[in-house]
C-alpha cells in the first residue's frame, strides 16, 4: 500500500468523505467523492455503537454501491477521465485514514492508477496546516486609508502577494461583507486556514506583500502567528488622491441593494454625526453615488483609521509606477530577486 505522510505534490485530491464534511472544509481543490453520503454516514455511525459488525457489513455493502456508481462515472465522463489518468498522482483522504479512504484506495490501486492515500486522513491534513501557519514568512505590510489601492497592487503582485480579503470573500470594513456578491460565502474558519496555507505554500523564503488587515475578516480570524509576523516587519504607508479612492470605492461596491446599503449604514451611524448620517442617506436616494463614496471616505474612513508607524510612504496615483517602487522597497529589505 502506498502511504502518504504529507499532502503536498499531488495532482488530484479526493475527498471521499461525506458531501456536508466537504462542504465544511477539506484539501483545496479536492474532488469528493463520498463513500458514504450524509446519511448513510450518520445511519452508519448510530449502528456502529449498537451493533459493530452489523454496522461493518452494511457500511462496507452501501460502500461498493457508492465506488461501483464513481467507477460508472470515470468510465462515462470525460470530465472525470481527465481526473483519472494514470500519469496522475492521485492522494484519497477521509477523516482520519481510516475504511471509507481504503475502501477506494483499494479499487483504483488494482485499476493500476498511481493512488496514495493520506496517513492520518484529514485530522493529520489539519494538523500540517496548522504548523505551517505557525511558520516564519518574511513580509512586507501595506497600510493606509480606504479606497487607496492596497488590494489592487497585491493583486498586481501576485505571486510575491497574499491577499486576505480575497481569501476571505470580505472587504474588511462595515460594508466589507458585500464582497460575497461577487467572492462567494466566507468560508469556514478551517477552510480559510487551509486555502491560507496553500497560498502560503513554497514561499517561506520569499518577501510576501500583505495588507495590514486586523484581527477579524468578517466572521474568520487571522492565524495570531501570520497577524504578529506581518503586523511587526516593514511597514509601507500607501496614499491616494481623493477623487481616484472615490472611484474605487464605487467600482468595488457598485451595484450595491439599498437593503444592503442601510443595513451597513446602520452598522456606522454611532461612529458618525446625524448631520452626515442623513446626508449620506439623502445621496443615496438621490443616487449620487460619488457624494456618497466621498462623504463616507473622509466622515467615516478616514476618522477612524487607526494610524500606524510605516518605513515608506507611496503616494498611489500610478499603479504601475507605485508596482515598481514597491518592488524596489522589496529589494531593499531581502536578497531576493523579483
Known sequence: MRIATSYHDFDVYIDVRS????????????????????????????????????????????????????????????????????????????????????????????????????????????????????????????????????????????????????????????????????LGDQPTQKMFENILAKALYNKKNIPLFIEAESKKIGNLIIPAQIFTQYQNTTKILITAPLQQRIERIIKLYHPIQEQDFLQAMQKIKPYISNKIFQSVITSWKQNQLHDVAELLITQYYDKVYKKSTYHYHIYNDNIEKSIQQLQNIAKLTSTFKY
Do not use: W
Not at 446519511?39 to 451493533?51: A, D, V
Not at 456508481?69 to 462515462?76: H, S
Not at 492508477?113 to 484529514?122: P, T
Open 19 to 182: 458531501p456536508s464534511e466537504y462542504a465544511h472544509s477539506h484539501i483545496p481543490n479536492a474532488y469528493n467523492m463520498p463513500v458514504l453520503n450524509d446519511n448513510q454516514f450518520k445511519f452508519i455511525g448510530t449502528l456502529y455503537k449498537k451493533n459493530t459488525m452489523q454496522a461493518q457489513i452494511i457500511g462496507a455493502s452501501l460502500a461498493c454501491e457508492n465506488i461501483a456508481e464513481i467507477l460508472k462515472k470515470i468510465a462515462q465522463e470525460k470530465t472525470m477521465q481527465d481526473i483519472f489518468q494514470h500519469k496522475n498522482k492521485i492522494l484519497i483522504y477521509c477523516a482520519r485514514g481510516g475504511k471509507r479512504s481504503q475502501a477506494l484506495y483499494e479499487v483504483l490501486n488494482n485499476l493500476n492508477f498511481q493512488v496514495y492515500k493520506l496517513q492520518g486522513g484529514y485530522k493529520g491534513y489539519r494538523n500540517e496546516i496548522l504548523k505551517e501557519l505557525e511558520a516564519s514568512y518574511s513580509f512586507i505590510t501595506l497600510c493606509g486609508p480606504t479606497g487607496c489601492g492596497k488590494s489592487e497592487l497585491l493583486q498586481n503582485l501576485s505571486p510575491y502577494s497574499i491577499d486576505l480579503e480575497n481569501l476571505a470573500h470580505h472587504y474588511g470594513s462595515s460594508f466589507g461583507h458585500l464582497a460575497t456578491q461577487k
